[in-house]
């Protein structure tokens, strides 16, 4: 008996000690964690907006492949609820989206365990890519306060928040910047440029062969007509096949008219590629911009330039050879349109 009684009060002595603990413990905690974004604020203002895009990059989707969420009211307007179901480590709740605008987004989240906690996303421009800081003002009511103080709430919830905008970093830069075939493929707008070269339709095994003796040239009547330099030797392809319709070209400020070679003026809407190999692989990166231009409803203007950016006789290992495809473009004609006519 004396023994059950003993048992009895240790019981008692730490549920007291326990509840003590509750009522002195933190009962707040803010969980805050930021990343920078290659990509436009727009971009990343849809995915955490909009609750359909969370299994996007949400870390907790990762933790239970099959949880169970619903969606209630109008997605990314506030009042709109997302509810969630899942294993032990996920739990169950909710998130109320309160407020969003491109600045902030403001959610209320529910745990079913400990209540509400207001949480919301900062996006801020900072050049061209975007700072986001992820909050969540975590409240722990008694007695589950107690608990909290046998572990470290901001590093142990802090790592999914970390987790969650690696996602979300990921994501969003690949919706900005595409991979076709495993290249980004940059679009721009290049001012207008001028080559001097000298074009002719060759057997494509001689290509090399030609701007080996071209290229050298064409650099000494650059210096000799005092013309500006204003990038590496190019080629310039019309035509590709057995037989090549090529320019061994030198890009130059000047708009000069020489009797001994051709004159060839570039620019405008463009896509551009960096691809690092030996020159003669580059068939991979061309069919990376022909994806592209198929995805966006682009076509492309002749002729397509390869910017030889390394110097072969300065870096001998071949895996680092820079070459800048270039493809000038412009929209496709309205297949539709056209049949109506």
Known sequence: ???????????????????????????EYRIERSTEIDAPRDIVYEQVRLFK??????????????LKTEIIGTDGEPGALYTWSGNKKVG?????????????????????????????????????????????????????????????????????????????????EQIAHPKFRGYVVVET??????????????????IHTYFASQFPA?????TEKKLTAAGMPSGLFWQWGEQTDVAAAIPVEENAKLDSVETFSLGGKALMVDYFGP???????????????????????????????????????????????????EPKPDSTAADKK
């Open 53 to 66: 895009n969370f299994k996007n990059w949400s870390p907790w989707h990762v933790y239970d492949p099959y």
């Open 279 to 329: 020159h003669f692989q580059t068939m991979e990166a061309h069919l990376a911009i022909d994806d592209y231009m198929n995805a966006k409803k682009l076509q492309s203007r002749l002729p397509v330039v390869e910017e030889y950016v390394t110097d072969p006789m300065e870096e001998p290992d071949t895996t680092l050879w820079l070459t800048r495809i270039i493809y000038f473009v």
């Open 1 to 27: 008996m004396k023994a059950l009684k003993f048992i009895l009060y240790t019981i008692l002595g730490l549920g007291g000690l326990w509840m003590l603990l509750g009522i002195f413990a933190k009962k």
């Open 189 to 206: 707008e290049l001012p207008t440029l001028h080559y001097v070269g000298v074009r002719s339709v060759l057997d494509t095994i001689d």
């Open 92 to 172: 169950t709740g909710s998130q109320k989206l309160k407020s969003a605008s491109p600045e902030r987004v403001e959610l209320e989240v529910q745990f079913s365990e400990w209540g509400t906690s207001p949480a919301y996303f900062v996006l801020k421009d900072n050049g061209s890519t975007t700072h986001v800081t992820w909050t969540l003002d975590m409240h722990i009511p008694f007695p589950w306060n107690a608990f909290a103080m046998l572990t470290d709430v901001n590093a142990f919830v802090g790592r999914d928040f970390a987790d969650g905008l690696k996602h979300l970093k990921s994501v969003c």
């Open 218 to 222: 064409l650099m000494d009547l650059t």
